[in-house]
């Protein structure tokens, strides 16, 4: 019983993304500022998509559920109470639950890349024009997200920075 390919391939890809954007958000300097929570939260995305499509990849156990089953139903609790303490303004909750998810995906993609047998190794390998192609696609996707999380952060800061200017001249003018 053998997922679909393209399921596979989606689920890698998201994960791959997700590993890149979870770093990022980590190794950020400035945690909760507008580029913290595009991130976060496209990352957030991310991760459910990757945890639920993975009880539909059952081909490490012929058709059955593995630990890695329990590993996304785990990834799903955390990430919710992950949005939950940040949401309450937990900073330790938010960080601890965010983090696990984090180390259990870089886990869940050493298992998949260091095995051979498993499809990532293998297409590397049969397919090296198509690996590359795919990397060069996560990137730029990486890129996309990270730069237009950066962009929009600036665009509303100056947005804010203008209406704030003009709400004094507004009121100057009432006044008059």
């Known amino acids: ?5 393209a399921l596979v391939a989606a689920h890698a890809a998201t ?3 997700a590993l890149g954007l979870g770093g990022y958000a980590l190794l950020r300097r400035r945690k909760g500022d507008t580029v913290h929570r595009l991130v976060g939260w496209a990352w957030v995305l991310g991760m459910t998509f990757v945890a639920t ?3 539909a990849i059952r ?3 012929d058709g059955r559920f ?5 590993l996304s139903v785990v990834t799903l609790v ?5 949005v939950r303490a940040a949401r309450r303004h937990q900073v330790q909750a938010h960080r601890g639950n965010m983090l696990g998810s984090y180390l259990g995906l870089t886990g869940a993609f ?3 890349v260091v095995v051979p047998d498993r499809l990532v190794p293998t297409f590397v390998v049969t397919q090296p024009l198509g690996a590359a192609a795919a990397a060069l696609t996560l990137v730029a996707s990486w890129v996309v997200l990270v730069g237009g999380a950066h962009w929009y952060a600036r665009r509303s800061r100056l947005v804010r920075r203008q209406h704030r200017a003009a709400v004094p001249a507004r009121l100057s003018s009432a006044q008059a």
């Open 110 to 112: 050493v298992g998949a």
């Open 53 to 55: 499509s993975s009880f």
């Open 78 to 82: 955390s990430l919710v109470l992950g």
């Open 66 to 70: 593995s630990v890695l089953h329990v």
């Open 1 to 5: 019983m053998t997922a679909p390919l």
């Open 15 to 17: 994960a791959v993304l």
């Open 59 to 61: 081909d490490l156990r």
